[in-house]
């Protein structure tokens, strides 16, 4: 993924990964990244929860649990860039921080914050 938000081609896309086999860790992210795109924050941070309680150490959960809840909370909750840091910590390279970008409009303080602490 790049700077510019995607559409429903990827939302879709995602969540045909997401059927290969439901009960993986990816299976998760993918679908509430899926969720994410297609507006339904809610169900899409419930899918990510799932993900992470199958696997603390992995970064793409966190990282996305951000981006939805950056979304969700627009930005006055401490928890989206909680779940950025997290992501880092755990592994996530810096380079793959390129979504943050789609925050750029709606979130901009949000995006100057979490860039900070790459």
Do not use: H
């Not at 939302?11 to 990816?26: K, W």
């Not at 339904?40 to 419930?46: M, N, R, S, Y």
């Amino acid at each position: 993924m790049d700077k510019k938000y995607p559409g429903a081609e990827m939302a879709q896309r995602l969540e045909d990964i997401s059927l290969i086999d439901p009960e993986q860790y990816v299976s998760y992210v993918c679908k509430g990244v899926a969720l994410g795109l297609r507006g339904k924050l809610k169900e899409g941070l419930a899918e990510l929860e799932q993900a992470i309680l199958l696997d603390t150490k992995d970064c793409d959960a966190y990282f996305w649990k951000g981006m939805l809840c950056a979304y969700r909370y627009l930005g006055q909750n401490p928890v989206e860039l909680e779940a950025v840091e997290k992501a880092l910590e755990v592994g996530l390279p810096p380079i793959l921080l390129t979504p943050l970008y789609w925050l750029k409009v709606d979130l901009p303080d949000f995006l100057r914050i979490a860039q900070r602490g790459c």
